[in-house]
Each structure stands twice: as C-alpha cells, then as structure tokens.
C-alpha cells in the first residue's frame, strides 16, 4: 500500500464554490474514485487556498492510468477545473506530489520492543 499526499492551489475568491461542489460529489465520480482504487481519501483546505490531499492506493500507476482513461473523471476534472489558481491540465493529473518524511507507525514497526527509548519525553 503507498500512501500519497498532494498539493494544489484554489483561487482564494473560489473557495466557497469549491467547498459546496465537494458536499455533493457527483455519485459516478466517488465509484470512479474507489474502482481506481484510491482508499481513505481525504482533501484539506486552508483559508488561502491551499488544498492538500491524501489517499492510500495499492498501485498508484494503475489507479492514476484507471482515472485518466475515465470520461467520468475527465468530466469533474473539466468542472472543478475553473476554480484553481495556475492550472496547467486536469488537476488530478498536474497536482504536486509530497514526499512522506514520516509516518508513525513505520517508525513503531521499526522500533526493537527490548529497547526503551533515549529520547522519552521529547515530542515530533
């Protein structure tokens, strides 16, 4: 499973308009959504447009060549399009990808039970 989080840029006057296009997604693109693949999938908004997203997905290549080949996602790619600053193509397909520098439980797994921690006390 790869966990991937992603970063795009609403235009601050449009925020509200994404917002209440995002209650109500359309029923065929939340099916398209799943049968790519993409679980646990969330979006954040920040106040200024910042929009970052999460999912977890078993092949990001498989579900990113799913979605791209779906007249359903091309639809809500072309009506969520408008409401980006500086998009250059379908935002599913043009988003900035993050690399993860950590993640929880890896670390937990990671860790040798016997072992206490030098370091209790402190915080990420």
């Known amino acids: 499973m790869t966990r991937v989080c992603f970063r795009l840029r609403v235009a601050p006057e449009r925020i509200p308009e994404y917002r209440a296009r995002h209650e109500a997604v359309w029923p065929d693109m939340l099916r398209e959504i799943e049968r790519a693949g993409r679980r646990n999938y969330s979006?954040?908004?920040?106040?200024?447009?910042l929009l970052v997203g999460y999912y977890e997905v078993d092949s990001v290549l498989e579900a990113d060549r799913y979605l791209a080949h779906s007249e359903v996602a091309a639809t809500w790619e072309r009506h969520m399009?408008?409401?980006f600053d500086g998009l250059d193509g379908?935002?599913?397909q043009t988003a900035t990808e993050l690399a993860e520098v950590f993640h929880l439980e890896d670390q937990l797994?990671?860790?040798?039970?016997?072992?206490?921690?030098?370091h209790q006390g402190e915080s990420a």
């Open 81 to 83: 399009g408008d409401l």
């Open 43 to 49: 979006l954040f908004l920040d106040p200024d447009g």
């Open 109 to 118: 797994a990671a860790l040798i039970p016997s072992t206490p921690s030098s």
């Open 90 to 92: 379908r935002a599913d």
